[in-house]
């Protein structure tokens, strides 16, 4: 079954930097799109930042463009979200997310919180 767990959060001071994970198993990892999504308290889940199943074509929301890299290494079945010039509003849960065979599937998420 397909399984993603993120992993790399944790407390960061503003202006910091932080690396994200997500290891994948239960499919074709080299064969999907994949995308990092964040929801923070009291809010609507958002897509962050997205990938092409080669890499070769990544997007990026406005509120992290120019902070916030994605990247993929299909070798290892590892997502990767490397953020900084962390703000407060970064502050949120993170979760790694794809789109297969009509369902969705998530991780259980991992907590960035963003404060001095």
């Known amino acids: 079954q397909v399984q993603l767990v993120e992993s790399g959060g944790g407390l960061v001071q503003p202006g910091g930097s932080l690396r994200l994970s997500c290891a994948a198993s239960?499919?074709?990892?080299?064969?999907?799109?994949m995308r990092w999504y964040r929801q923070a308290p009291g809010k609507e889940r958002e897509l962050v930042a997205a990938?092409?199943?080669?890499?070769?074509?990544?997007n990026y929301a406005d509120s992290v463009k120019g902070r916030f890299t994605i990247s993929r290494d299909n070798a290892k079945n590892t997502l990767y979200l490397h953020m900084n010039s962390l703000k407060p509003e970064d502050t949120a849960v993170y979760y790694c997310?794809?789109?297969?065979?009509?369902?969705?599937?998530w991780g259980p998420g991992t907590q960035v919180t963003v404060s001095s």
């Open positions: 990938i092409t199943s080669t890499g070769g074509s990544t």
């Open positions: 997310h794809v789109w297969r065979l009509t369902q969705n599937y």
């Open positions: 239960g499919f074709t990892f080299n064969n999907y799109a």
